[in-house]
């Protein structure tokens, strides 16, 4: 059975960075893209960007180029989305997804002073 | 940058009834496109691929058509376990960056 784990909830000052990370189980890691997505409170889904897990390479979307990093451990199956200088704005819950639709269960991030 | 747009925002539909929703990309994405159904609180769940790929197990009375810049969803008979938003969302561009439509809420009317 596919898996995809994400880490808990977070509470984070303006100005912080919070890294999330989705751990995957039940097919091969580096076989697809990992993807990350924002969703804000009552809001839809945003694209973020992409790892490839079998050579690190990324994507980011212009939204979120130069505050994002997402990486990815084959030694651990894991992936790992760190957003920096943290605002308001980013009060969201991510998700990490393939492309064939597994999804990981969603990580909470409260953006607060 | 492809856009998508989804048409309409909000639907008011009651059990039974058939149920449209459109989605129209800036530009040709040939049948990259994917539709998802998601409920308060949960993650996305992938109901439509390739436009009209049925995903396993998901019920037939969902169906995905169209190609190239105008695509649909069609719900043959809504059941009450299908009120929700549904989203869709192009893959086409290589190496597959995703943007989603703004999504369409399926209330009880």
């Known amino acids: 059975e596919v898996q995809l784990v994400q880490s808990g909830a977070e509470v984070k000052k303006p100005g912080a960075t919070v890294k999330i990370s989705c751990k995957v189980s039940g097919y091969t890691f580096t076989d697809y893209y990992m993807h990350w997505v924002q969703q804000a409170p009552g809001k839809g889904l945003e694209w973020m960007g992409l790892v490839d897990p079998e050579d690190g390479e990324t994507i980011y979307a212009e939204k979120f180029q130069g505050r994002v990093t997402i990486t990815a451990d084959t030694s651990t199956d894991t992936a790992y989305m760190e957003l920096s200088s943290l605002r308001s704005e980013d009060t969201a819950v991510y998700y990490c997804?393939?492309?064939?639709?597994?999804w990981g269960q969603g990580t909470l991030v409260t953006v607060s002073s | 940058d492809i856009q998508m747009t989804q048409s309409p925002s909000t639907l008011s539909a009651s059990v039974g009834d058939r149920v449209t929703i459109t989605c129209r990309a800036s530009q040709s994405i040939s049948s990259w496109l994917a539709w998802y159904q998601q409920k308060p609180g949960k993650a996305p769940k992938l109901l439509i691929y390739?436009?009209?790929s049925l995903e396993s197990g998901v019920p037939s009375r969902f169906s995905g058509s169209g190609s190239g810049t105008e695509f649909t969803l069609t719900i043959s008979s809504l059941q009450p376990d299908d009120f929700a938003t549904y989203y869709c969302?192009?893959?086409?561009?290589?190496?597959?960056?995703?943007?989603f439509g703004q999504g369409t809420k399926v209330e009880i009317k």
């Open positions: 997804a393939t492309p064939s639709g597994y």
């Open positions: 390739k436009a009209s």
């Open positions: 969302q192009q893959y086409n561009s290589y190496p597959s960056v995703w943007t």
